[in-house]
T-cell receptor
């Protein structure tokens, strides 16, 4: 299957700082990437849909000025959590669309665990 | 009504059992259906992908889709303790749209 990487896998930061998370499709070009967050023992919650070269589409209730998404190339999307606070501590996961002649599905990265002190 | 309904469990079975995981969906626009497996503190891993009604088999896993009743299933044969994870079903309208997930079923396979 297609491979999606995320960096860093884990980050601890102080309240008020900004954190950037990278999502890369390693062996395919992803015109569309998605960002999710997941709290312990809960399901994935979609934050935004990111299309290469255009502005991200945010889900209702997600602050676009706080969660900045950039999809500057077909293999890289970044999520920046600005002025992070303890309530932003969560597991952030990206996925990338991998279309082919026979399939059209999405593959997930391994996730980034953010802890804000 | 949520677009994809899934019993969150937990489901506990003995090693070697056949596991049946099920979801129902309400959105007729879904074209594709997936099953993902998620281990604790990891990203979801794609297990099975189906497009049309019918069965698809891959090793110990069989995915089943019945579009007439809007019902999707995942069967795991000869279950192993390593199968213990949360299983997520998902529907997809088209590639540019986000997956719509069920809540996930937590499975424990006891040795």
């Amino acid at each position: 299957g297609a491979v999606v990487s995320q960096h860093p896998s884990r980050v601890i930061c102080k309240s008020g700082t900004s954190v950037k998370i990278e999502c890369r499709s390693l062996d395919f070009q992803a015109t569309t990437m998605f960002w999710y967050r997941q709290f312990p023992k809960q399901s994935l919650m979609l934050m935004a849909t990111s299309n290469e070269g255009s502005k991200a589409t945010y889900e209702q209730g997600v602050e676009k000025d706080k969660f900045l998404i950039n999809h500057a190339s077909l293999t890289l999307s970044t999520l920046t959590v600005t002025s992070a606070h303890p309530e932003d501590s969560s597991f952030y996961i990206c996925s990338a669309r991998a279309p082919s002649e026979s399939t059209d599905t999405q593959y997930f990265g391994p996730g980034t665990r953010l802890t804000v002190l | 009504q949520k677009e994809v309904e899934q019993d969150p469990g937990p489901l506990s079975v003995p090693e070697g059992a056949i596991v049946s995981l099920n979801c129902t969906y309400s959105n007729s626009a879904f074209q594709y259906f997936m099953w993902y497996r998620q281990y604790s503190r990891k990203g979801p891993e794609l297990l099975m992908y189906t497009y049309s009604s019918g069965n698809k088999e891959d090793g110990r896993f069989t995915a089943q889709v019945d579009k007439s009743s809007k019902y999707i299933s995942l069967f795991i044969r000869d279950s192993q303790p390593s199968d213990s994870a949360t299983y997520l079903c998902a529907g997809l309208r088209s590639g540019n749209t986000p997956l719509v997930f069920g809540k996930g079923t937590r499975l424990s396979v006891i040795a």
